[in-house]
């Protein structure tokens, strides 16, 4: 999940105003196109997580299957899929594997991997567009990080700053390795959120965080406190069925 939100203005300001962004290269970005940067960013980022999950899945279900002596281990790198060295054993394991149902295991897994790849590069090319992202460290969060971005590197004062922060939807939970890109320009303020370095999407963590939310209401017995959050997921649209209990790269 890859989080973007602008402070609220009337459309009209917007345009009125012809806010610019800077982006790398000393290029102006316009707000809308930014706009669309992210969501593209975050359309691409979502499928990745999508299909590395597949891919995972499918590894499983082949190691299920063939004997202890046959198993597989393939490493995952985010936002990437298999690197070389894995691809390198996937393509001599399809070889090597004579019963054809495993083949076809494995074989579906590479033909993932090229969809991921075309995801990745896509992605690569989004943010590439964009300013340098910041690398989440241990403890931070998104609230106090967008304070700072616009505190120090842009001079407002903290009222101001928090002033404008309150008009977006921060992502709640963040951990080491994601990235968190902003941008400040005339009085509009945005941010998002992508995997970056960790070891999973944002979008995975966050329902793995909700259906944390939801076990821990049952084990305290808070039933109130726990059709408050279900009800919540269910009108938001959150899909706590797509998150398996013990499912690997989780």
Not at 51 to 76: E, G, I, K, P
Not at 82 to 110: H, N, Q, V, W, Y
Not at 178 to 198: K, L, M, S
Not at 212 to 231: C, K, M, S, W
Request: hydrophobic residues 40%; charged residues 25%; proline residues 2%.
């Amino acid at each position: 999940m890859i989080h973007f939100a602008t402070a609220v203005f009337p459309r009209s300001v917007l345009f009125a105003a012809l806010l610019l962004l800077t982006a790398c290269g000393g290029r102006q970005l316009g707000i809308d196109e930014f706009h669309e940067l992210a969501n593209d960013a975050e359309r691409h980022s979502t499928s990745i997580a999508d299909v590395q999950q597949q891919m995972r899945a499918l590894l499983q279900s082949y190691n299920q299957t063939v004997s202890s002596d046959r198993l597989l281990h393939l490493d995952f790198q985010p936002e990437r899929g298999l690197a070389a060295a894995a691809r390198s054993a996937l393509a001599t394991r399809i070889d090597d594997e004579s019963d054809a149902s495993c083949r076809g295991l494995l074989e579906r897994i590479a033909e993932l991997q090229e969809t991921m790849d075309e995801h990745a590069d896509r992605l690569d090319e989004i943010t590439a567009r964009l300013p340098a992202p910041h690398r989440v460290r241990s403890g931070e969060n998104h609230y106090t990080l967008s304070m700072r971005y616009l505190t120090r590197e842009h001079g407002l004062a903290r009222g101001a700053a928090d002033s404008l922060v309150a008009r977006v939807a921060l992502t709640g939970d963040i951990i080491e390795g994601f990235h968190i890109w902003f941008y400040y320009q005339d009085g509009v303020f945005g941010t998002f959120v992508t995997q970056g370095e960790a070891q999973i999407s944002p979008t995975v963590f966050a329902k793995v965080v909700k259906r944390q939310l939801l076990e821990d209401a049952r084990r305290q017995g808070h039933q109130e406190a726990f059709e408050t959050i279900l009800d919540s997921l269910q009108r938001s649209g959150a899909l706590l069925a797509n998150i398996r209990h013990g499912a690997p790269g989780l």
